[in-house]
């Protein structure tokens, strides 16, 4: 969403419309997240 310059910190961001517009979900199909089991619960690895 803030890739495509929504104000990912406001709560009318987050609407119905939003999570169908077409510009979003090509974005979300270019994201992969992958668990990584050696990290503890509260871990973050960035790369």
Do not use: I, K, P, W
């Amino acid at each position: 969403m803030a890739l495509a310059g929504l104000d990912t910190g406001a709560l009318g961001s987050y609407t119905d419309a939003n999570c169908a517009a077409a510009d979003l979900c090509r974005l979300r199909d270019l994201v992969q997240v992958e668990g990584d089991g050696d990290l503890d619960r509260f871990a973050l690895l960035l790369g």
